[in-house]
């Protein structure tokens, strides 16, 4: 189903700065929410987690997990914990869940105001919604607190389909991360498992990311080589040659080169022993009838011959690991010989799109329309270098989610929508239900924050929940699945760069928001600068399918004149049409 990104607004009517009145209850709510992390031990932000890597460490499979102490949830994920470590030993019976008996103490991202700044310390709490924990530091630690021993019981039922009018479960959570601690979680569990090393032949490995470096496996050239067509001389000239003798590339070596001779030789030729200089044919005169040659201008000893070992030199580092297999580097590494290279894998990924009212073809009717995000995001999680299957149309049915979840082998599954908490919104139910653990519940970024990450089992697939608006499911690919790939293959992440933008660009009140722009080159010796477009809601493609990036604006918006970050799309070097009605 679509998935909500909350109050939409048209082109020109976005978000103002909050005015006083949001920043009192801004205020309050944050008092809230530090008065019942109180409660639970949360306000010691220095203790460990727990486990290894800052996850709390757990004795069963992901569909009946245990806490530390060997408690577990009936409803089949582990509770959270305290990050003081003396938390495991709490004998208070009572201290469980205290948060969940304070009304105050989760709010919806919704409703919670947040300003976006990656230092909030707000940034180091924990989701803890349908989760066993929630990575949102960027040391990676972990928090939540304690659970007391509950009795075990079954896995929750989940309803194969909801009735439109059933009331929507509230989902409490904490305010979410800032964009930049989630892209660094992300980023962060793409690298947390060593990576895989696979030998592909050269005519397959375009695109994959070395997993070693390249070393040249001989001198490049291996052998004194002419640079240019002409003739191959020895000492001072003039030269005298045999009419009719010369030397081709490929042939074996020739015998030395006596003094006051010359000999023809094409380029890539062996220079023959004791060879002074190659002069080009253009810079040579023939006497044919006396068999003498003749320089044209000075000759320099070395002159256009290409020497052994002047690319390099056998065991020389070529190219470092982590670089991408490019048509270049393809060349480089069959020159110093090789037949195969050691690359990343691909990641595999599979797309589940979620959504009754999707049509794969024709015109949008009776309340239906079509699926843009199926066709779109295949293609786009290819250029970002994953393998992906054919996307997969579930509807609204948690039964076939759940089932898609549990048989899928794929490195990463993406799912479309289905991630706010509307009556058929079911990813988060069933990640519950499977005991999966939520690294990422909502982003204050706009739009798309809805988005999720999370991991369904301890070796298992990671899954990026995508909200099902066209443009915040882009936000959410660029927040959250960019990172996390790059990670698992081992791909070098983009590097930041800041650009000028040439108008006001609204913002958010609390949260980052990315808004699609077009690169404009300066006039009259002016900047090159970036451009925003117009149609830039929630639900709509029509900017960026005309944007060769997104512009990183923060809470509160920028002038004009004003530098901002840049997220380069993947296909930007190719789109060199933006021009009309997108500006």
Known sequence: MTGSDGPHREPGSDFRPAGPASERAREEEERAVEQALALVGGSDRTGGSGGSGGRPSRSQDSRGHQDSRGNQDPR??????????????????????????????????DSHPYDGRDNDPRDGRTTTTATTTAATTAAGTTAAAATSPEPVGEQPLLPDRASPGAPAKPRPTLPPPSWNRARVIAARAGRGGPAATIRLPLDRALGHVLAEALGALTDLP?????????????????????????????????????????????????????????????????DEARGLLHARRSVVTGQDIR??????????????????????????????????????????????????????????????????????????????????????????????????????DADLIVTTGGTAAGPVDHVHPVLEALGAELLVDGVAVRPGHPMLLARLSADGPYLVGLPGNPLAAVSGLLTLAEPLLAGIAGRPAQDPYRALVHAEVHGHPHDTRLVPVVHRPGRAGGRDHVAPL??????????????????????????????????????????????????
Do not use: K
């Not at 004998?91 to 304070?102: C, L, N």
């Not at 030395?256 to 190659?278: S, Y």
């Open 76 to 109: 089949g994920h582990q509770g959270p914990r305290d990050e003081n470590p003396n938390a495991g030993r709490n004998s208070d019976p009572h201290a469980r869940r205290t948060s969940d008996r304070d009304p105050h103490a989760r709010r919806s991202t």
């Open 222 to 286: 291996s052998f004194d080589t002419s640079a240019m067509d002409g003739w191959a001389v020895a000492g001072p000239g003039p030269w005298a040659f045999e009419a009719g003798a010369g030397l081709l590339a490929g042939r074996g070596p020739a015998a030395a080169l006596p003094d006051g001779t010359a000999v023809q030789i094409a380029t890539g030729a062996r220079v023959p022993p004791d060879t002074t200089a190659v002069i080009r044919s253009e810079h040579a005169q023939v």
């Open 307 to 408: 020497p052994r070992g002047q690319e390099c030199r056998s065991g020389e580092q070529l190219v470092p690991a982590g670089a991408v297999v490019t048509p270049a580097v393809l060349g480089l590494a069959a020159a110093a010989g090789y037949d195969a290279l050691p690359v990343v894998p691909r990641p595999r990924v599979d797309v589940l799109v979620l959504g009754d009212e999707l049509l794969n073809a024709g015109l949008p009717h009776d309340g239906l329309i079509r699926d843009a995000l199926g066709p779109m995001l295949g293609p786009w999680l290819r250029a970002l270098g994953a393998e992906v299957s054919g996307p997969r149309q579930l509807g609204d049915d948690a039964g076939a989610l759940r089932d898609a979840l549990t048989s899928s």
């Open 534 to 583: 117009h149609y830039n809601g929630p639900a709509m493609l029509r900017g960026i399918a005309a944007a060769d990036g997104l512009a990183v604006v923060p809470p509160g918006g920028v002038r004009s004149g004003t530098e901002v970050e840049i997220l380069d799309l993947p296909w930007a070097p190719a789109t060199p049409w933006t021009e009309g009605c997108f500006t």
